[in-house]
């Protein structure tokens, strides 16, 4: 099997869109430009299992500039752009990724991904470095090293390297302060609340907004949510991250109190169970529930259906259950992550630099994984500020330079005054 996607004839619907996202990638453009000058993943065959959108198509192309062959398939069951892998496909990428695809065929297409025998791995979420450490044993001994996309693949990665059981290298991009402090926070941010519009065109403002997690994710969420009108209460389990959520402005509480309280729910925190069948209980009618973490294990949507007397889908993407006593709550997108769901993901502009870490992480393992331990590593510092100094470039920001003084000064413990 070469490929498998819905329909290769979306081809030139999903090439415009790439177009459109690429003008907005600038500094994965300069990566293709020398890549594709000093073919670093020459003879690299790469598996990848990561949302397939826009932005990924234009980081399929960087890796393949630079010699590498790329088999991609989806990293969620729902997040597939179809016309995006048609275009992909169009252009002889081997994709396996349909929207929609059920668990059984998510899964084909990961094994399809690792029969060619890859080098490399790029995971958002650590499904293909998880399936590899169950029943792909056979394929360890070939694999230079993996990189990983997202904080519940990075804790699931650390979790088997704790334990000693991680078998090859891997590369956490999400600890990248060009990552996390970006695309988490302002792409999860602007493209969550994308997603709850596009789903339910409801008002925003003058709402209570429930953000439960006050992470990277959910301080962008919160921001943009209060940026709309709305009135948002932040829920925790941390208490450092729930006084930053107090001084930040918000109303903190358990969720127990918010439960009654909130028009939107949405939880961010690679968490499971976060909201469940004590929540639902007290919620209003009406209440409208999402999720944007990682897996959709944050509501616990078997409780929701248990204690509903009927379901229906209202809308694409919005189900409505109805409770024994007429309450009506709103299910948004299967409880996956609705940014990719209901809408396109992040925007270009900042998985321009996720991405740059991506393809910059995997040259870095071509030359130096084999001397690399197996374990979670970052991406050397110097990468991760030269990412930030070609984004702020690319967009005509200049700012200053220390001098020779101030340099001494600050690398100094002898000047007091
Ligand atoms: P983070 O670790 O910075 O934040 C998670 C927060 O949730 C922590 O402050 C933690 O204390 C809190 N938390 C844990 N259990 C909780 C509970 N029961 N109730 C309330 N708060 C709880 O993680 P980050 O980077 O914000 O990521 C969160 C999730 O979003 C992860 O699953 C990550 O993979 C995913 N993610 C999703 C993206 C998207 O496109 N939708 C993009 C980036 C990350």
């Given at each position: 099997m070469d490929y498998h996607i819905?329909?290769?004839?979306?081809?030139?619907?999903?090439?415009?869109?790439?177009?459109?996202?690429?003008?907005?990638?600038?500094?994965?453009?300069?990566?293709?430009?020398?890549?594709?000058?000093?073919?670093?993943?020459?003879?690299?065959?790469?598996?990848?299992?990561?949302?397939?959108?826009?932005e990924t198509a234009a980081l399929v192309h960087t890796l393949a500039a630079g010699g590498a062959k790329v088999y991609l398939c989806a990293s969620n069951p729902l997040s597939t752009q179809d016309d995006v892998a048609a275009a992909l496909v169009d252009d002889g990428f081997h994709v396996f990724a349909i929207k929609g695809e059920d668990t059984q065929t998510y899964y084909k297409?990961?094994?399809?991904?690792?029969?060619?025998?890859?080098?490399?791995?790029?995971?958002?979420?650590?499904?293909?470095?998880?399936?590899?450490?169950?029943?792909?044993?056979?394929?360890?001994?070939?694999?230079?090293?993996g990189t990983e996309e997202t904080t519940t693949g990075v804790i699931r990665l650390r979790s088997l390297a704790e334990k000693g059981l991680l078998l090859?290298?891997?590369?956490?991009?999400?600890d990248s302060d060009t990552k996390h402090f970006f695309d988490n926070r302002y792409g999860t941010g602007q493209s969550t609340i994308?997603?709850?519009?596009?789903?339910?065109?409801?008002?925003?403002?003058?709402?209570?907004?429930?953000?439960?997690?006050?992470?990277?994710?959910?301080?962008?969420?919160?921001?943009?949510?209060?940026?709309?009108?709305?009135?948002?209460i932040v829920t925790e389990v941390n208490p450092l991250r729930a006084l930053e959520a107090v001084m930040d402005g918000y109303h903190v509480m358990p969720l127990g109190e918010a439960a009654q309280m909130g028009d939107f729910f949405c939880t961010v925190t690679g968490d499971k169970n976060v909201i469940g069948k004590e929540h639902f209980l007290k919620m209003r009618d009406g209440a409208i529930v999402a999720n944007s973490g990682h897996f959709n294990v944050e509501i616990d949507i078997p409780a929701l259906e248990a204690m509903a007397t009927s379901r229906r889908?209202?809308?694409?993407?919005?189900?409505?259950f109805t409770l024994s006593d007429g309450r009506r709550i709103i299910l948004l997108g299967e409880g996956r992550l609705i940014?990719?769901?209901?809408?396109e993901g992040h925007p270009s502009s900042v998985m321009d630099m996720s991405f740059a870490n991506q393809a910059l992480a995997a040259e870095y393992l071509v030359k130096n994984g084999k001397a690399l331990s197996k374990a979670v590593h970052r991406v050397p510092l110097d990468m991760d500020a030269e990412i930030a100094r070609l984004k702020l470039e690319s967009m005509g920001v200049r700012i200053d330079v220390l001098t020779d003084e101030q340099r001494e000064y600050l690398s100094s413990w002898e000047m007091g005054t």
């Open positions: 819905k329909d290769v004839s979306l081809a030139a619907a999903g090439k415009l869109r790439i177009d459109w996202a690429e003008r907005n990638m600038p500094v994965l453009r300069l990566i293709r430009e020398r890549f594709a000058k000093e073919r670093p993943l020459s003879g690299t065959i790469l598996a990848a299992c990561l949302h397939v959108t826009t297409h990961i094994n399809a991904c690792l029969d060619p025998r890859p080098h490399l791995t790029m995971d958002d979420g650590a499904d293909l470095v998880g399936t590899i450490h169950g029943e792909r044993k056979d394929l360890v001994s070939g694999i230079i090293g090859f290298p891997v590369i956490a991009v999400n994308d997603g709850i519009l596009r789903a339910t065109n409801r008002l925003m403002a003058g709402s209570f907004f429930v953000v439960c997690g006050y992470g990277w994710c959910g301080r962008g969420l919160a921001m943009r949510a209060a940026g709309m009108g709305a009135r948002v889908t209202i809308r694409d993407f919005v189900e409505e940014n990719l769901a209901a809408a």
